[in-house]
């Protein structure tokens, strides 16, 4: 099968041809229809020192995807040919305290499809069947495939009451783009989104934020005057993980605020402790989406009349995988998605 195999401890992705994987007795095997590229997936490309750590070489990567189960493993119930799916990258144990409690999402064993196993930039992917997640027909295929980073953006959008609060988001990423407009979706008063990227703050506007700010040229406290806001913001969501986006946002955080943290800094973060000590702000980090409530929530959030298309900005077949991931080096694009069926 054609796989975007990384080949080498280097920069780069290469299109190869390499053996179908194999199903054990708990697995499904999808036939991949569409793909997307995470930010952790140009890590890889990159070889960052993350990447270098991590990655086992050669391996075939990718994990936002959708496809069609096309075999199914003797012990798997639940699951017939042709269902279509979406996967849960996030491959837990089953038997620590946490998977066995129902907290799957903090499970300390888990393993990353794409990451640590092979991905879904390839034809065909094998996954526990525990992992994998019936679509319902109103979400087609192109959507299917983003269910991944859309589930980070609601589990973090949601891990805190946002109906008719005002809300800061730091980071208009494809994730943080998301979570805006599902902040609106629910109920938000004003969402601030920042960011040093005009194209990506362009498409947070279209996508339903109240204001978005190029923090390089304008400042949240003139952004909070301009929307009457006295105290601050009720609820932060860091999805830049950038240093000064984090103290900025503390700093704007209104008393008895609430900050999620999705956002992974690279390296380590001083931050003034005064700010959330004396002004009580809780502190949460989000992990992964929840499993699998995050994605029953966003099937539903979905099916309820969320329009997330605008943040898919590019289509490409398979093939074209270097533009793909020229494109988004470049951080000139939404989300990139590739079709496996072409
Ligand atoms: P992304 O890298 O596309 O988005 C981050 C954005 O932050 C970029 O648009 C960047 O321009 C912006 N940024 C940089 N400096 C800034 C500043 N000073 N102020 C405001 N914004 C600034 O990433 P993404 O895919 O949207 O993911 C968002 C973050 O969440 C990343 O840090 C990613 O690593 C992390 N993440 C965490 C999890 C988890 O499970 N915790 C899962 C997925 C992604
Ligand atoms: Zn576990």
């Known amino acids: 099968m054609h796989a975007l195999v990384k080949s080498r401890a280097a920069p780069g992705i290469e299109l190869q041809d390499i053996p179908r994987p194999t199903v054990g007795p708990n697995d ?107 679509l319902p027909d109103a979400i087609d295929d192109e959507i299917a495939a983003i269910l991944d980073p859309l589930g980070n953006a609601v589990h973090t959008a949601l891990a805190f009451d946002v109906v008719g609060e005002d809300v800061l988001i730091t980071g208009a990423g494809p994730i943080g783009i998301m979570a805006a407009a599902i902040v609106r979706f629910v109920g938000a008063r004003h969402v601030v989104i920042t960011d040093v990227n005009d194209y990506r703050l362009d498409l947070a506007r279209k996508m339903g934020a109240t204001l978005a700010l190029n923090v390089t040229r304008d400042s949240l406290d003139d952004a909070m005057k301009q929307l009457g806001m006295q105290e601050g913001f009720d609820v932060g969501l ?55 409530e995050t994605w029953y929530k966003m099937a539903a959030i979905l ?40």
């Open 303 to 342: 099916q309820s009349g969320l329009n997330i298309r605008p943040i898919i900005t590019h289509r490409l077949p398979y093939t074209e995988f270097q533009h793909a991931f020229d494109v988004m080096g470049k951080g000139q694009s939404g989300k990139v998605v590739m079709d496996w069926t072409k």
């Open 238 to 292: 860091e999805m830049s993980g950038n240093a000064t986006a984090f103290r900025d946002l503390l700093r704007t955080m209104h008393h008895g605020g609430s900050v999620a943290l999705l956002g992974l800094p690279p390296n380590d973060v001083a931050i003034d402790w005064n700010e959330v000590i004396l002004k009580g702000l809780t502190l949460k980090g989000i992990y992964g989406r929840q499993m699998f």
């Open 28 to 134: 499904v095997m999808i036939r991949v229809k569409r793909t997307a590229i995470c930010g952790t997936d140009m890590h890889i490309y990159n070889w960052d020192g993350w990447a270098q750590r991590t990655i086992p070489v050669p391996m075939a990567v990718g994990h936002e995807y959708c496809g069609e189960i096309v075999e199914i493993g003797s012990e798997v119930s639940g699951f017939k040919l042709g269902d279509r799916v979406s996967g849960e990258g996030h491959i837990t144990c089953g038997h620590c305290r946490n998977c066995r409690a129902g907290r799957r999402h903090l499970c300390r064993n888990t393993v990353g499809v794409g990451v640590n196993r092979p991905g879904c930039f390839a034809e065909f992917v094998v996954i526990p069947a525990l992992n994998a997640f019936k």
